[in-house]
């Protein structure tokens, strides 16, 4: 056992002897004594904390959570993804085409044998040799234009996914940080329930405000367990996104204002996002894919040869014999060698790959249809992107400067008041209720704010 399992266990040991000291003293509890009660209920709470704290320091390093920024989890989205690794796939399937694409038609061998009657044989053995005139280059070329079409989907894939990773992250930050003001504002709840007890026991309040203030406290710890749970379920997303299991520990270093209020200048200007946008140089190149296509069903159409050789060997005789030149009796035969040399040639007469020409220049139109379309987007989601970052970061700097400090200032005095007598306890609960409002009004603009510079980064094209 190492020496941190040791003071644990023996911390757990004293809690757990506490708490059974404790209940046998609160089984049956008079009014006067809720407020003891409650005030034990936190120590609870941090003996737990500190069960939870024995268990990550117990879990191998492996096993811990990475921690990382914003950044570096788009980075490791783009590597672990697997609706990436699916189109990456594609990427290998294009260039094998490109590879079948540069190869030559293979020669045909052909070959025959004829046996006639008697001595009568011919036999023969040719090959047949394509050349695939000017049709190589073109079919070559086509491959290419597919493969670069293939890549450049991918990386437009590349650009959404890292948008939509930021905008998770931007998402579980905001629930991040609904859950610290919630849980900030319940501590504050349970601190003025606790003090309209004490001044209900002194009977310097009556029981009603008591019973106020123990409402108010359960329902911001109902908003606390619902922003719990809204920033659990934003981190299982945003680790789908990441390529990431469900139960995968991970941390966040950024936080939600840091994001917003060190964001740089975009590094690519409107003009040049406008050329280098994954999607835009996509449809482009689906035009240069068009005209491709077109140049290789021409050349198809055209004029092509195969070269043909061929040897033949031919034997003939017949029954009757003869004389040769010197008198004597042979058999009437013969052994006769031919070599062949010729061509081949395609007529381009009625097909001439005129319906697949059409095909092409129909596809040409469509490539310069979308590459007006996603021009125009492009420029249009540019504007919009930076006018909403523009504003927002003039709203982060209005709540910044001095309305959250007001509102803070303002439950401190009044609370100080109340104590003393000078306030009610409803006035109070209202400037409570406005400072969560106050912060969870802030929350939503830093969270516009970072969405806007998220959406802003997608628009101009920005991939790590």
């Known amino acids: 056992m190492t020496r941190m399992t040791r003071i644990v266990s023996g911390a757990l040991e004293t809690w757990l002897h506490r708490w059974n000291t404790e209940t046998q003293r609160y089984k049956s509890p008079e009014p006067r004594d809720r407020g003891l009660i409650r005030s034990f209920q936190p120590s609870v709470s941090l003996s737990l904390c500190g069960v939870s704290l024995f268990g990550l320091c117990a879990m191998p390093p492996s096993a811990r959570a990475q921690d990382v920024t914003v950044e570096q989890l788009v980075t490791l989205a783009l590597e672990r993804s697997p609706e990436l690794r699916v189109a990456r796939a594609g990427i290998a399937v294009a260039a094998g085409q490109v590879t079948q694409a540069g190869l030559r038609p293979n020669p045909v061998a052909v070959s025959s044998h004829e046996q006639g009657s008697g001595s009568t044989m011919n036999t023969i053995v040719g090959v047949e040799w394509p050349l695939d005139l000017s049709r190589r280059s073109a079919r070559t070329e086509t491959a290419q234009r597919a493969s670069e079409v293939t890549s450049l989907s991918v990386r437009e894939r590349e650009r959404l996914i890292a948008a939509e990773v930021r905008e998770q992250a931007g998402r579980l930050l905001a629930a991040r940080r609904v859950v610290e003001v919630t849980s900030e504002a319940l501590a504050q709840a349970r601190r003025t329930r606790d003090l309209v007890d004490r001044q209900v026991t002194e009977g310097r309040a009556p029981q009603l405000d008591s019973n106020l203030a123990a409402i108010e406290a359960l329902q911001v710890e109902a908003e606390a367990v619902l922003a719990n749970g809204e920033a659990e379920a934003a981190m299982i997303e945003l680790k789908a996104l990441a390529g990431l299991p469900p139960d995968a520990p991970l941390m966040i270093r950024d936080s939600l204002e840091s994001l917003v209020v060190s964001a740089s200048v975009p590094r ?78 395609t007529l381009p007469l009625f097909h001439r790959n005129q319906g697949a020409l059409i095909s092409a220049q129909s596809e040409r139109g469509a490539a310069e249809a979308l590459f007006d379309t996603r021009q125009r987007a492009a420029r249009a989601e540019i504007d919009a992107a930076g006018a909403r970052d523009r504003e927002a970061r003039r709203a982060v700097a209005l709540y910044a400067s001095t309305v959250r400090d007001v509102a803070r200032q303002n439950v401190d005095v009044v609370l100080e008041a109340y104590d003393l007598g000078r306030f009610r306890l409803s006035d109070l609960l209202t400037h409570q209720r406005r400072y969560l409002e106050v912060e969870a009004a802030y929350t939503d603009v830093l969270s516009r704010a970072y969405q806007a510079q998220a959406a802003l980064r997608r628009a101009l094209g920005e991939i790590p």
């Open 268 to 345: 690519v200007t409107p003009a040049a996002a406008l050329e280098t946008r994954p999607d835009i140089r996509e449809a482009l190149a689906r035009m240069t894919f068009a005209d491709a296509q077109g140049e290789e069903a021409r050349r198809a159409g055209g004029f092509d040869m195969t070269v043909v050789g061929a040897y033949t060997r031919a034997q003939a005789g017949f029954a009757q014999q003869g004389f040769d030149g010197s008198g004597v009796r042979v058999p009437i035969e013969g052994v006769f060698h031919t070599v062949t040399l010729g061509a081949k040639v």
